[in-house]
Each structure stands twice: as structure tokens, then as C-alpha cells.
């Protein structure tokens, strides 16, 4: 593959990352001033930019017109922008745009188990502790006015599953004055029909402190593969704030998502060679829904930061996936399988933080607590079986007429606490953070065997777990635009309900499965004006323990599917980025805008047969380069994105008598082998009319303009090749009234 497109960003990174002797004519930026200090309270807040500036730790914000001008149409176009995250194309039962499949350095990727993913600090997935994955991604993008994520210097007061940063969704603030906006995004490409992104924004707020805001954004229509044909979401939510003082604010909101697609499955090489796009799984689809209802209050003043939230989240998430087995005469035996799940959780959260003056040196104590209590009711029924010779069903028949029967049937619970405390001491030009973090979960788990549920073994469980989680934050303010930090913190993840259930070939409860602790360490440098900036950070993870969804061993009649500990793993690289306003330096260039990420990362086993290997479905080397101009009413956008090949070898083995293969040669049915890399362009034109026009912007462009064929994918129980996006235009309107 060709991947000029990383070394161009790589070396525009590294140029804006030296030392500042190219901007002579740009006034040196003063020392930093830390006098008159003022409590900070919450981490995240709204991604304000000095708040990122400031952060003693990687961070990267992605704004609303930047999303606007990438033509980003769902969370993965949003998150392809940001050094260190890695996305995966829509594959197996993640296989639509209602599941969110991201990685950060080099973690597993497949449903995004390993970063703590919030929607205005609540928790994205359905039970945070019991069920970590984005199955269900319930996020409009058209609602959102940034994506902040925190890759470093965080995990001391967000989790659980935080190895991988945190990742927050910001909703659209309330505004000040009265009014709204609508915008429409229309995108399609040779293959498959139009696909519709709407979203309206309307709200204001009263002299007497009291706002109101809603939000809307819909997704509708087909994709680009066979059986993409029937996407549905809808993301609503309804905000209200009342300050009723200059320091005191309650703030509620109501959100509710639904979304729906077609999961077109994984192709044979074979079939992916004859039609890339076309579908082998007429039956296998995606729903979900949920509910959540947020109440918080906040006092903050120059001294003092006092909050308290609490949320109810009620979860359905549901699929149908068809599983296909080889019988011994050369037919297949086909059943349908429905998977309805239903979770519920409800949290509060009380943090309080102080300044102190001891001295020459502020500390801002900071203490929070948070409980969660979380149910799920996870159940499998199935269809009836057909034998065929046919080793896929066809789209014009209809064998599955049959009532479901219930045939799996299991309940879970989690009672967790979360303690922290920490100490952000300022003293001269140095900002030092100790902290420590306490999680105490207690998790249940039981089947329920009847006439038609089968359960063999035991039929319930529990488990205590406990872990102090120490972390120290460091940062030294050159000046206002540089700042240096480093940072220390442990991570750490429960078991999972069903790894909690997991049983092994004798059906006991699986031995080996543990909870995840891992430890990260990071040194890097932010620069900032308003002429150009850059960001270096270099990161290292130890796993003592990584746990992985693996398949069966081949030639192995006693290993199965499920969840193992791959025992210590690395994950270590370099990531970087960088932006500069040309037409600070030559007035000739006046509106032309670059920047660039570049990310090295290198994750690979220290146990079993592969060791010293790379960890599947992650790239090696990723990066973006853009080009943006404005000139009058006109913006131009031209960029590109590359990764690197990734690897799906298979199944580890530890036993060193049955060492298993590393699997670099494509197989025949599609899930194994090398992924090779590729390079993407996209460019777009837009214009904006102006007041007088109600800010009506136009924009139209072209994703993928070469029209690159690649592909990734899956291992799982809709394995097989999944084809990447075509050539695709879109056109885009919007307007303030």
C-alpha cells in the first residue's frame, strides 16, 4: 500500500512539534501565570479549550465543525480524526452503524470494551460493569457539539474498563437566546441507495435563568452491501437547566434512543472475490433501545466545586443471527436465533472539591463516590432447524417458520462502589496530582433451567472484587501555550456476566478468568497558539492479564469458544499530531489551515504460542493529513487517513505441547489471515450565504475519491470478510433560525 499519507503527517507533525523558531514573526507566548488559581471541580466538563490545554495527560477534541466538514456521518468517521484511536469497519455481530467497534493503542477494538465511553459523563453501554460493550451505540452524532477523548491522566476518576482512556460524547449546550438550527445530510454511493442524516436543534433561555433545549437526529436508509436496506435511528433528547444563582445550577435531561439495521454478515474469500458487496445472511439484524433520565446539581464558585448526579438507564438490545453447521454427509444443519436482552441501571455520583492556600502552593482536594446497581435478563430462543446442501440460506426463501423456543435463560446483577480522592497541587509552574481510586463490585450470576433450558452445571455465582487503583498526574507549564506532562495510573476491569458464567468442557465454571488490572505510563508536550500546535505522547500498557474472545483450536476436540486469559501483554507506541495556520506566516496564504496525526503503536503477546506476535485487528501505524481552505463564504477540505496492515491469526494455545498456528495466509472461510493496509482521500466544498441568509451553508463531496477496495474481519459468530466503504458522495445543507 502506498502511505505517503503518513510519512506527509509524520513529518508536518514533527515540525510543529520542535522548538518554535520557524514563527519569528509570531510574538512569543508570556510564562504561565498559576496565580489566582480557581477550583476546576469537574475533569471533563464541556472540553473547554483551556481545560484540554491544561490536561496533565493525552487529550484530543474533536469540535461540531469539524465533524461537519469530515462529512462524518457516525461515531467511526468521528473517531478516525484522533492519533491513538483505531476504528473498525461495521463487522460481525458489531456489523452495523448502531454498534461502536474502537480500539485505543492497539486494544481489542470489536464493540469498544476497553475505554469508559460517556454521553455527557453518563455511561454509554448498557451495564458499565456487567457488559462494558458497545453493542448498542446510543449517540446521534448530529446531536453532539463535540467528542472528547481522554486518552491519559483520567482513570483516577472515571470508570470502570478505563485501560483504554475515556471517550465523551458532549450534547449541544443550552443556549443563551432563543433559536435553533436544522441541518440534512444526504449520502450514497454506486452500491446500495440513499442514506439521510437530519438533525434539528432548538432551544433558549429565559432572564430568569430557566433553559430549555431540543435535540433531535434521525439516520435513515440503505448502505452499500445487500441487506443494509432497512437502518432506522432515531436519537431524541429533551435538556433543562435552572440557575438559580450565579454559582447554583440544576440541570435534567430526558434522552431516548431506538436504532435498527440489517446485519449483512462476513463473506468466503470466495464470495468476497465474486461480489464484495453482496450478502450471504438474509436474516441476521440489530435493534435496540434505550431510556435515560439524568438529574444533577451544581454548586461552583472561586473556592469550591460541589456535584451530584444521578441516572436511570433502561436498555433493550436484541439480534437475530442465523448459525450454519457442517454435518459429516456434506449438508449443512441452518437454525435462526433471537438474542432479546433487556439491562437496567441506576447511579449517583456526589463529588465535591476545595481550594486550600498553604503557602506559596494551592492544592484543590478533590473526593467523589459513586454507586451503581445494575440488572440484566439475557435470553437465547431458537427457530427451527433445516438441512440444506447449500452452505448459506438465499434471499428468496423463507425456511424459518417455525414458533422460538426459549432455550437460554440467565440473570445477573452488580452492586458497585467507586472511591476517589485526589490532590491537584499547583506550586510555582508545576501542577502535581496523586490520587487514588477504590472499586468494590459485587456481581451475581444464574441461569434458569426449564422444560425447554438445558443447564448443565452449576446454576449461580457471585463474586467480590476489590482494587485500589493509584494514579499520579504531572504537569510542568513552560507558558501559556507549552506544557510538558507525565503520568502514572492502574486500571483496572470486573468480570464480565458472562465470563462470570462461563463454563469449560467438564461444565464447571471456567478457571483462569480474573479481573483485568493493567498499568499505563505516559510522558508527552502540547503546544498551542492560536498560529500552530502540536502534541507528542508516548505511552506504555502492562497487562498482567488481557482477556480475549477466542474461537476453537483447530485439531483440539476440547477447546471451545468463549473468553481466556492471554496473561501478560504489551501495548507501547508514539502518538502525535499537529495543526498550523499558514496564513500566520505569509498573508499570500491567508485561510489555508494543515494538520496532521501520526501514530506508531506496537501491542503484542508475552504468553503462549504467540508470543512476541502482534494482537489481533490493530494497525501498527495509522495517520491523517488535511488540508482545509477558506476564502470569503468558501471552505475547501481535502484528507486523507492510512493504517497499516492488521493481523487475525486465530486462537492462541498455552499449552506448549499443542502449540497453535499464527495465521497469516487467508483462509477460505474469510475470518483469518492478514488484513492488508490502505489509504483513503476525501474532499469537499461548501458555502455559506451568510446572516442575511439565515446561515444557510451548502456543502457537497466525495469520500474515498480513488474508490479504494479494502476490507477487515470478523472471528466471531458472523465471521468472514467484510468489504470497506466505496466511493461515496454526499450533499449537506443547514440553517440557523
Given at each position: 500500500?502506498?502511505?505517503?499519507?503518513?510519512?506527509?503527517?509524520?513529518?508536518?507533525?514533527?515540525?510543529?512539534?520542535?522548538?518554535?523558531?520557524?514563527?519569528?514573526?509570531?510574538?512569543?507566548p508570556?510564562?504561565?501565570?498559576?496565580?489566582?488559581?480557581?477550583?476546576?471541580?469537574?475533569?471533563?466538563?464541556?472540553?473547554?479549550?483551556?481545560?484540554?490545554?491544561?490536561?496533565?495527560?493525552?487529550?484530543?477534541?474533536?469540535?461540531?465543525?469539524?465533524?461537519?466538514?469530515?462529512?462524518?456521518?457516525?461515531?467511526?468517521?468521528?473517531?478516525?480524526?484522533?492519533?491513538?484511536?483505531?476504528?473498525?469497519?461495521?463487522?460481525?455481530?458489531?456489523?452495523?452503524?448502531?454498534?461502536?467497534?474502537?480500539?485505543?493503542?492497539g486494544?481489542?477494538?470489536?464493540?469498544?470494551?476497553?475505554?469508559?465511553?460517556?454521553?455527557?459523563?453518563?455511561?454509554?453501554?448498557?451495564?458499565?460493569?456487567?457488559?462494558?460493550?458497545?453493542?448498542?451505540?446510543?449517540?446521534?452524532?448530529?446531536?453532539?457539539?463535540?467528542?472528547?477523548?481522554?486518552?491519559?491522566?483520567?482513570?483516577?476518576?472515571?470508570?470502570p474498563?478505563?485501560v483504554?482512556?475515556?471517550?465523551?460524547?458532549?450534547?449541544?449546550?443550552?443556549?443563551?437566546?432563543?433559536?435553533?438550527?436544522?441541518?440534512?445530510?444526504?449520502?450514497?454511493?454506486?452500491?446500495?441507495?440513499?442514506?439521510?442524516?437530519?438533525?434539528?436543534?432548538?432551544?433558549?433561555?429565559?432572564?430568569?435563568g430557566?433553559?430549555?433545549?431540543?435535540?433531535?437526529?434521525?439516520?435513515?436508509?440503505?448502505?452499500?452491501?445487500?441487506?443494509?436496506?432497512?437502518?432506522?435511528?432515531?436519537?431524541?433528547?429533551?435538556?433543562?437547566?435552572?440557575?438559580?444563582?450565579?454559582?447554583?445550577t440544576?440541570s435534567?435531561?430526558?434522552?431516548?434512543?431506538?436504532?435498527?439495521?440489517?446485519?449483512?454478515?462476513?463473506?468466503?474469500?470466495?464470495?468476497?472475490?465474486?461480489?464484495?458487496?453482496?450478502?450471504?445472511?438474509?436474516?441476521?439484524?440489530?435493534?435496540?433501545?434505550?431510556?435515560?433520565?439524568?438529574?444533577?446539581y451544581?454548586?461552583?464558585?472561586d473556592?469550591?466545586?460541589?456535584?451530584?448526579?444521578?441516572?436511570?438507564?433502561?436498555?433493550?438490545?436484541?439480534?437475530?443471527?442465523?448459525?450454519?453447521?457442517?454435518?459429516?454427509?456434506?449438508?449443512?444443519?441452518?437454525?435462526?436465533?433471537?438474542y432479546?436482552?433487556?439491562?437496567?441501571t441506576?447511579?449517583?455520583?456526589?463529588?465535591?472539591?476545595?481550594?486550600?492556600?498553604?503557602?506559596?502552593v494551592?492544592?484543590?482536594?478533590?473526593?467523589?463516590?459513586?454507586?451503581?446497581?445494575?440488572?440484566?435478563?439475557?435470553?437465547?430462543?431458537?427457530?427451527?432447524?433445516?438441512?440444506?446442501?447449500?452452505?448459506?440460506?438465499?434471499?428468496?426463501?423463507?425456511?424459518?417458520?417455525?414458533?422460538?423456543?426459549?432455550?437460554?435463560?440467565?440473570?445477573g446483577?452488580?452492586?458497585?462502589?467507586?472511591?476517589y480522592?485526589?490532590?491537584?497541587?499547583?506550586?510555582?509552574?508545576?501542577?502535581?496530582?496523586?490520587?487514588?481510586?477504590?472499586?468494590?463490585?459485587?456481581s451475581?450470576?444464574?441461569?434458569?433451567?426449564?422444560?425447554?433450558?438445558?443447564?448443565?452445571?452449576?446454576?449461580?455465582?457471585?463474586?467480590?472484587?476489590?482494587?485500589?487503583?493509584?494514579?499520579?498526574?504531572?504537569?510542568?507549564?513552560?507558558?501559556?501555550?507549552?506544557?510538558?506532562?507525565?503520568?502514572?495510573?492502574?486500571?483496572?476491569?470486573?468480570?464480565?456476566?458472562?465470563?462470570?458464567?462461563?463454563?469449560?468442557?467438564?461444565?464447571?465454571?471456567?478457571?483462569?478468568?480474573?479481573?483485568?488490572?493493567?498499568?499505563?505510563?505516559?510522558?508527552?508536550?502540547?503546544?498551542?497558539?492560536?498560529?500552530?500546535?502540536?502534541?507528542?505522547?508516548?505511552?506504555?500498557?502492562?497487562?498482567?492479564?488481557?482477556?480475549?474472545?477466542?474461537?476453537?483450536?483447530?485439531?483440539?476436540?476440547?477447546?471451545?469458544?468463549?473468553?481466556?486469559?492471554?496473561?501478560?501483554?504489551?501495548?507501547?507506541?508514539?502518538?502525535?499530531?499537529?495543526?498550523?495556520?499558514?496564513?500566520?506566516?505569509n498573508?499570500?496564504?491567508?485561510?489555508?489551515?494543515?494538520?496532521?496525526?501520526?501514530?506508531?503503536?506496537?501491542?503484542?503477546?508475552?504468553?503462549?504460542?504467540?508470543?512476541?506476535?502482534?494482537?489481533?485487528f490493530?494497525?501498527?501505524?495509522?495517520?491523517?493529513?488535511g488540508?482545509?481552505?477558506?476564502?470569503a463564504?468558501?471552505?475547501?477540505?481535502?484528507?486523507?487517513?492510512?493504517?497499516?496492515?492488521?493481523?487475525?491469526?486465530?486462537?492462541?494455545?498455552?499449552?506448549?505441547?499443542?502449540?497453535?498456528?499464527?495465521?497469516?495466509?487467508?483462509?477460505?472461510?474469510?475470518?483469518?489471515?492478514?488484513?492488508?493496509?490502505?489509504?483513503?482521500?476525501?474532499?469537499?466544498?461548501?458555502?455559506?450565504?451568510g446572516?442575511?441568509?439565515?446561515n444557510?451553508r451548502?456543502?457537497?463531496?466525495?469520500?474515498?475519491?480513488?474508490?479504494?477496495?479494502y476490507?477487515?474481519?470478523?472471528?466471531?459468530?458472523?465471521?468472514?470478510?467484510y468489504?470497506?466503504q466505496?466511493?461515496?458522495?454526499?450533499?449537506?445543507?443547514?440553517?440557523?433560525?
Amino acid at each position: 500500500m502506498s502511505f505517503r499519507p503518513a510519512l506527509l503527517a509524520v513529518a508536518i507533525v514533527g515540525a510543529l512539534t520542535a522548538h518554535p523558531v520557524l514563527a519569528e514573526d509570531v510574538p512569543t507566548p508570556p510564562p504561565a501565570e498559576l496565580e489566582g488559581v480557581k477550583v476546576v471541580g469537574n475533569w471533563l466538563g464541556e472540553a473547554a479549550t483551556n481545560a484540554v490545554q491544561n490536561h496533565p495527560g493525552a487529550r484530543t477534541v474533536v469540535r461540531r465543525e469539524e465533524l461537519r466538514e469530515a462529512g462524518a456521518i457516525n461515531l467511526r468517521d468521528a473517531l478516525r480524526r484522533i492519533p491513538g484511536v483505531q476504528v473498525q469497519e461495521s463487522n460481525g455481530t458489531g456489523g452495523s452503524d448502531v454498534s461502536l467497534n474502537v480500539g485505543v493503542r492497539g486494544l481489542t477494538s470489536r464493540l469498544s470494551p476497553r475505554s469508559t465511553i460517556l454521553l455527557d459523563g453518563v455511561p454509554l453501554a448498557v451495564v458499565p460493569y456487567g457488559q462494558p460493550q458497545v453493542s448498542m451505540a446510543p449517540v446521534g452524532l448530529g446531536n453532539l457539539q463535540a467528542v472528547d477523548v481522554v486518552r491519559g491522566g483520567g482513570s483516577v476518576r472515571y470508570g470502570p474498563q478505563n485501560v483504554g482512556g475515556i471517550i465523551n460524547f458532549v450534547t449541544r449546550d443550552i443556549p443563551e437566546t432563543f433559536g435553533g438550527s436544522t441541518g440534512v445530510q444526504f449520502q450514497g454511493s454506486e452500491k446500495g441507495g440513499i442514506r439521510t442524516n437530519s438533525n434539528l436543534f432548538l432551544g433558549g433561555t429565559t432572564q430568569n435563568g430557566l433553559g430549555v433545549a431540543l435535540l433531535y437526529n434521525g439516520v435513515h436508509g440503505p448502505g452499500f452491501r445487500e441487506h443494509e436496506d432497512n437502518e432506522s435511528i432515531d436519537d431524541v433528547m429533551l435538556k433543562a437547566k435552572y440557575a438559580f444563582s450565579s454559582e447554583d445550577t440544576l440541570s435534567a435531561s430526558i434522552h431516548h434512543y431506538d436504532g435498527q439495521a440489517g446485519m449483512p454478515g462476513g463473506l468466503t474469500q470466495a464470495d468476497y472475490d465474486a461480489d464484495p458487496f453482496q450478502s450471504r445472511r438474509p436474516f441476521d439484524d440489530f435493534h435496540g433501545r434505550r431510556t435515560d433520565y439524568v438529574l444533577k446539581y451544581s454548586h461552583v464558585d472561586d473556592r469550591r466545586s460541589f456535584e451530584v448526579q444521578t441516572y436511570y438507564t433502561d436498555s433493550f438490545r436484541g439480534s437475530h443471527i442465523e448459525t450454519i453447521t457442517a454435518n459429516p454427509n456434506g449438508t449443512w444443519t441452518h437454525q435462526l436465533n433471537a438474542y432479546p436482552r433487556n439491562y437496567h441501571t441506576f447511579a449517583i455520583e456526589p463529588r465535591y472539591s476545595q481550594l486550600f492556600d498553604w503557602g506559596q502552593v494551592t492544592h484543590e482536594i478533590g473526593v467523589g463516590y459513586r454507586y451503581t446497581n445494575e440488572a440484566m435478563h439475557e435470553q437465547t430462543l431458537r427457530n427451527n432447524k433445516y438441512n440444506s446442501r447449500l452452505w448459506y440460506t438465499p434471499y428468496d426463501s423463507n425456511p424459518y417458520d417455525g414458533p422460538y423456543v426459549l432455550s437460554g435463560n440467565n440473570t445477573g446483577s452488580n452492586e458497585a462502589h467507586a472511591l476517589y480522592i485526589d490532590d491537584t497541587i499547583n506550586a510555582g509552574n508545576w501542577t502535581i496530582t496523586p490520587g487514588i481510586r477504590y472499586e468494590r463490585i459485587r456481581s451475581q450470576w444464574e441461569a434458569h433451567p426449564s422444560s425447554t433450558v438445558v443447564v448443565k452445571g452449576p446454576t449461580q455465582r457471585r463474586e467480590d472484587y476489590s482494587k485500589p487503583l493509584p494514579s499520579l498526574n504531572v504537569i510542568y507549564h513552560v507558558s501559556d501555550a507549552l506544557k510538558l506532562y507525565a503520568n502514572a495510573e492502574t486500571s483496572f476491569g470486573a468480570l464480565q456476566y458472562f465470563q462470570i458464567g462461563q463454563k469449560d468442557s467438564t461444565n464447571q465454571f471456567a478457571s483462569g478468568l480474573k479481573p483485568e488490572t493493567a498499568r499505563t505510563y505516559e510522558i508527552g508536550s502540547r503546544y498551542d497558539t492560536k498560529a500552530w500546535g502540536g502534541e507528542v505522547s508516548v505511552f506504555r500498557i502492562n497487562f498482567d492479564h488481557e482477556l480475549q474472545l477466542v474461537g476453537k483450536l483447530p485439531n483440539q476436540p476440547d477447546s471451545h469458544d468463549g473468553w481466556t486469559s492471554l496473561g501478560a501483554t504489551t501495548h507501547k507506541g508514539v502518538e502525535t499530531a499537529g495543526h498550523v495556520d499558514l496564513g500566520a506566516f505569509n498573508d499570500a496564504l491567508d485561510g489555508l489551515t494543515l494538520w496532521g496525526t501520526a501514530t506508531y503503536t506496537h501491542a503484542f503477546y508475552k504468553h503462549g504460542s504467540f508470543t512476541g506476535r502482534d494482537l489481533p485487528f490493530y494497525s501498527r501505524r495509522t495517520a491523517n493529513l488535511g488540508l482545509r481552505y477558506g476564502i470569503a463564504q468558501w471552505t475547501f477540505n481535502l484528507d486523507a487517513f492510512a493504517q497499516s496492515k492488521q493481523h487475525s491469526p486465530g486462537s492462541p494455545s498455552f499449552d506448549p505441547t499443542r502449540p497453535s498456528v499464527y495465521q497469516t495466509v487467508p483462509t477460505p472461510d474469510g475470518d483469518l489471515g492478514d488484513i492488508p493496509g490502505w489509504t483513503t482521500w476525501n474532499a469537499r466544498a461548501e458555502y455559506a450565504f451568510g446572516p442575511s441568509f439565515s446561515n444557510l451553508r451548502l456543502g457537497v463531496g466525495v469520500k474515498n475519491l480513488t474508490d479504494k477496495r479494502y476490507f477487515t474481519r470478523s472471528t466471531d459468530n458472523n465471521d468472514g470478510i467484510y468489504v470497506g466503504q466505496p466511493r461515496t458522495y454526499f450533499v449537506q445543507a443547514s440553517v440557523d433560525f
